[in-house]
C-alpha cells in the first residue's frame, strides 16, 4: 500500500501540470483579456461583469493623457480591441502591470513556480490578495456544501436501504416517483419556487430571501446565532441538495439491491443469520463501495460548482459566485488559483477515497494496480 500511496501522490504532479496547462492556452486564445476590460472602461463601453466591480488597475494611471491623437497610434495598438487612440506607452504599462509583457511559456513557468508555493498574487481588479479574496469567500461555500452534503448522506443512504428492503412495495413506489420528480427539477428552478412559496414571494414568509445572517446577528447570543444562520440556510440548502439527495438515495438503493440477490446473502441466511446481521454484517461493507467512490466529485460540486446558481439568488458571496464573476472578468489570477486549489482537492480526495476502500473492504487490494 505505501508504493501505491507513493505512485499516486507522484501521479498528482503531472496531472496538475496537464490541467493547468490546458486552461493557460485556452486563456491565451480567449479574447477581452484584463487589458482591453481596462480599455473598456476607459472608453466607457464595459457593460460586463466588471462594470459592476469598483476600481481597475488602470486606476492607477489614470486616463489623462492616456488618449492622444496621431495616426501611428492606431498601429501600434491594433492588438487590442478598442484601442484606437490610446497612447502606447499607456497600454505598455497595463502589459507590464498585468505581466503580458513576457512571453507566454515564461509566464506559464513562473505561474508554476508560485503556485508550488501556494503565491497566488492578487487579483486584477480588487487590489486585494487572492488568497484574502478565497479566504473571505469560503466561509459560505463551506456552510452550503458540508451541510448539503451531510444532510444528503445522513438523509439518502437510509432511505435507500429501506427502499432496497422493500423493494416493490407501495413505500418503495412513491418514494421512487418522488425522487425522480426531484431529480428532474433543476436547482434553480426549485429555488426560485422555494421563495415564491416560503420567502414573502406569493404565499408564505417565513425563510429569509437572503444572505446566512440577520441585521442583528452581533447582538444574539450563540445559541441564538446558530438558530438564525440554520434558518438562513434551509432554503438554499434544499435547492442545491434536491438532485444530489435524489442521486445518492437510487444510488444507494440500486446498489443494496444488488448485493441482497447475491449468492453469499443466500448463503448467509441459510446459516440462522437475522435479516440485520446480513444486511449490515455483509451487504453494507460491499454495497457501501459504490456510494464512497462518489464522494470526491459531490464534494467538489458541493463546494464550487453546484453552489453559482444558488448563490447569485440567494445573494450569497461565496466561491461559486466569485469565480463565475472571475471569468466574466478574466481576473486571471483568481481563475487560475481557483481551478488549481479545486484540482488539487480533487486529486486529494480521489486518492482518499481509494484508501478508504481498502478500510471499509480489506480484499481490495491497490498495491497490485497500476496507476
Given at each position: 500500500?505505501?508504493?501505491?500511496?507513493?505512485?499516486?501522490?507522484?501521479?498528482?504532479?503531472?496531472?496538475?501540470?496537464?490541467?493547468?496547462?490546458?486552461?493557460?492556452?485556452?486563456?491565451?486564445?480567449?479574447?477581452?483579456?484584463?487589458?482591453?476590460?481596462v480599455i473598456a472602461k476607459l472608453s466607457g463601453s464595459d457593460t460586463g461583469a466588471t462594470s459592476r466591480i469598483s476600481g481597475s488597475p488602470g486606476g492607477d494611471f489614470g486616463s489623462r493623457g492616456a488618449v492622444q491623437g496621431g495616426a501611428g497610434i492606431d498601429a501600434a495598438n491594433s492588438k487590442y480591441r478598442g484601442a484606437q487612440g490610446l497612447d502606447p506607452e499607456f497600454i505598455k504599462k497595463l502589459e507590464v502591470q498585468f505581466g503580458f509583457d513576457k512571453p507566454a511559456p515564461e509566464r506559464f513557468a513562473l505561474m508554476l513556480w508560485n503556485y508550488a508555493r501556494f503565491d497566488f498574487g492578487k487579483s486584477y481588479f480588487r487590489d486585494v490578495s487572492v488568497l484574502q479574496l478565497i479566504k473571505e469567500k469560503l466561509p459560505v461555500s463551506m456552510s452550503l456544501g458540508i451541510t448539503m452534503t451531510l444532510l444528503t448522506y445522513l438523509i439518502s443512504i437510509p432511505l435507500g436501504i429501506k427502499k432496497a428492503v422493500d423493494d416493490g412495495s407501495p413505500f418503495d413506489t412513491w418514494t421512487s416517483s418522488l425522487i425522480i420528480v426531484g431529480y428532474a427539477i433543476p436547482g434553480f428552478l426549485f429555488a426560485i419556487l422555494l421563495i415564491i412559496l416560503f420567502a414573502g414571494g406569493s404565499f408564505f414568509d417565513i425563510f429569509p430571501l437572503r444572505g446566512l445572517f440577520s441585521d442583528n446577528w452581533a447582538q444574539l447570543n450563540w445559541w441564538q446565532k446558530i438558530a438564525d444562520f440554520s434558518w438562513h440556510m434551509v432554503l438554499p440548502v434544499l435547492s442545491m441538495g434536491l438532485s444530489a439527495f435524489a442521486t445518492m438515495t437510487l444510488l444507494t438503493k440500486n446498489s443494496f439491491l444488488e448485493e441482497i440477490r447475491k449468492q453469499y446473502v443466500l448463503t448467509?441466511?441459510?446459516?440462522?443469520?437475522?435479516?440485520?446481521?446480513?444486511?449490515?454484517?455483509?451487504?453494507?461493507?460491499?454495497?457501501?463501495?459504490?456510494?464512497?467512490?462518489?464522494?470526491?466529485?459531490?464534494?467538489?460540486?458541493?463546494?464550487?460548482?453546484?453552489?453559482?446558481?444558488?448563490?447569485?439568488?440567494?445573494?450569497?458571496?461565496?466561491?461559486?459566485?466569485?469565480?463565475?464573476e472571475s471569468v466574466l472578468n478574466r481576473d486571471y489570477p483568481v481563475v487560475f488559483a481557483t481551478l488549481y486549489i479545486f484540482s488539487l482537492i480533487g486529486v486529494v480526495v480521489n486518492l482518499i477515497s481509494d484508501l478508504t476502500y481498502t478500510w471499509i473492504d480489506p480484499r481490495i487490494d491497490f498495491e497490485s494496480r497500476e496507476v
Open positions: 500500500m505505501t508504493a501505491y500511496i507513493i505512485r499516486r501522490v507522484l501521479f498528482i504532479l503531472p496531472t496538475m501540470l496537464g490541467i493547468m496547462l490546458v486552461a493557460f492556452v485556452v486563456v491565451q486564445f480567449a479574447p477581452g483579456g484584463p487589458v482591453e476590460q448467509a441466511r441459510a446459516k440462522g443469520c437475522s435479516s440485520n446481521q446480513v444486511l449490515y454484517g455483509h451487504v453494507f461493507r460491499n454495497a457501501m463501495l459504490i456510494v464512497i467512490a462518489g464522494f470526491p466529485s459531490a464534494f467538489v460540486h458541493a463546494f464550487f460548482t453546484g453552489s453559482l446558481l444558488i448563490e447569485t439568488i440567494f445573494s450569497l458571496d461565496g466561491l461559486g459566485l466569485l469565480g463565475f
